[in-house]
Structures are given as structure tokens and as C-alpha cells.
T-cell receptor, first 110, second 117 residues
């Protein structure tokens, strides 16, 4: 059974800092990996999707990498801003549509 | 940008009552999903729906749950007799192709917070 783990559970950084969020999964035979953002009491906003054949995807200040063989993905956020404060979730797809990690709660302090 | 719409945003009900959560998926999408998130826990898959039938369901999705696409635009989740442990945020999602298709994103609604008293 696929398990997704995200470390750290919470992270607090000063504005402007670059940061890395980690995601690991137990079954490396995935199709895609998707990173989401969740604001308190709100829905899930898709940030980036990486296909299993890809190594990374970039969108603005966000860069996601995937190392399928080791079961790891990272989300890199450059020049963090207070508006980046949210919970970041990673989710993998194989047989079951999206298995989620518990998320990393990010606080960017102005 | 097109979006998935869910109503109501909050629903309070008494234990044992039936509730229906409503979703309007993105108009040209063909695959529909329900997920839930109990406070402080992971987002969990409940069910996927395609071509007017359930294509996959989790062990959470027992006989008290049902889904329906009553018309060309709505997708509903019914809980027949709610329990305290059904209290959660319920998310609807849709995609153009199946979730396992290459490069296929799921688009999520903003959720319905269900509170069972």
C-alpha cells in the first residue's frame, strides 16, 4: 500500500528565504506526482505536476523535482513571501487516484 | 480559469440524518471524484466516477455513501445516515482524462465542511 510522508510537518522562515519541502513515497511505480497548496479551510490548488518520466517542473518561483527510483520529491520555493504561507501537499498517482501526504505547514514571516 | 464549484460551503446536521453534498465539475471533464479530509489528517480518496458509474472506491466508501450525476452538470455525494465520524471537509474533483493518464491534473473544489452533531 502506497504511503506518502512529508517532512517537516511545519516550517517557519523569514521573508526572502529560499526553502525546500520534502516528500517521500514507498512505492516508486507511480504515474505522476502532484504538489498542491491548501489555505486554511479552503480547497486544494494544484501547483505543479511531474510525470514519472520527468525529473523536474518549474512554475515561477516554484521548482519541483522527482527522483522516482529513490521515492522522493522536493518542492523548492525561491524568495519566499508572506503570501506563500499555506499547507503544501504532495500526492502520487498509481492505481488509486491520488494518495496524499499529510502536508507541510509553511509560515513566512514578514 | 474554469473551476469546480461545491455547495454548501458548510453543512451542519444531526447524527442519523441524510445529507447531500453537491458539486459542479468543470464542464468538459469526464472523470469525477470525492475526497475527504478529517481535521488534522490526510486527504483521503473516497470514490471515482466515469460514464455514469463508479470506477473505483475506497474501503471508506461503504453502503451509507452513494454518488450520482443527476443531470449534465451536477455530481452529488449522499450520506444516508450520518455518524459523528463523518465530520470532515469533503472535496469534489474532476479531470478530463482518468487520474492515471499521463500529465493529467485533478482540479479540486473549495470543499464542504460537514459537521455531524
Amino acid at each position: 500500500k502506497q504511503e506518502v510522508t512529508q517532512i517537516p510537518a511545519a516550517l517557519s522562515v523569514p521573508e526572502g528565504e529560499n526553502l525546500v519541502l520534502n516528500c517521500s513515497f514507498t512505492d516508486s511505480a507511480i504515474y505522476n506526482l502532484q504538489w498542491f497548496r491548501q489555505d486554511p479551510g479552503k480547497g486544494l490548488t494544484s501547483l505543479l505536476l511531474i510525470q514519472s518520466s520527468q525529473r523536474e517542473q518549474t512554475s515561477g518561483r516554484l521548482n519541483a523535482s522527482l527522483d522516482k527510483s529513490s521515492g522522493r520529491s522536493t518542492l523548492y520555493i525561491a524568495a519566499s513571501q508572506p503570501g506563500d504561507s499555506a499547507t503544501y501537499l504532495c500526492a502520487v498517482i498509481r492505481n488509486t487516484p491520488l494518495v496524499f501526504g499529510k502536508g507541510t505547514r509553511l509560515s513566512v514571516i514578514a | 480559469e474554469p473551476e469546480v464549484t461545491q455547495t454548501p460551503s458548510h453543512q451542519v446536521t444531526q447524527m442519523g440524518q441524510e445529507v447531500i453534498l453537491r458539486c459542479v465539475p468543470i464542464s468538459n471533464h469526464l472523470y469525477f471524484y470525492w475526497y475527504r479530509q478529517i481535521l488534522g489528517q490526510k486527504v483521503e480518496f473516497l470514490v471515482s466516477f466515469y460514464n455514469n458509474e463508479i470506477s473505483e472506491k475506497s474501503e471508506i466508501f461503504d453502503d451509507q455513501f452513494s454518488v450520482e450525476r443527476p443531470d449534465g452538470s451536477n455530481f452529488t455525494l449522499k450520506i444516508r445516515s450520518t455518524k459523528l465520524e463523518d465530520s470532515a471537509m469533503y472535496f469534489c474533483a474532476s479531470s478530463l482524462q482518468g487520474a492515471t493518464a499521463t500529465n493529467e491534473k485533478l482540479f479540486f473544489g473549495s470543499g464542504t465542511q460537514l459537521s455531524v452533531l
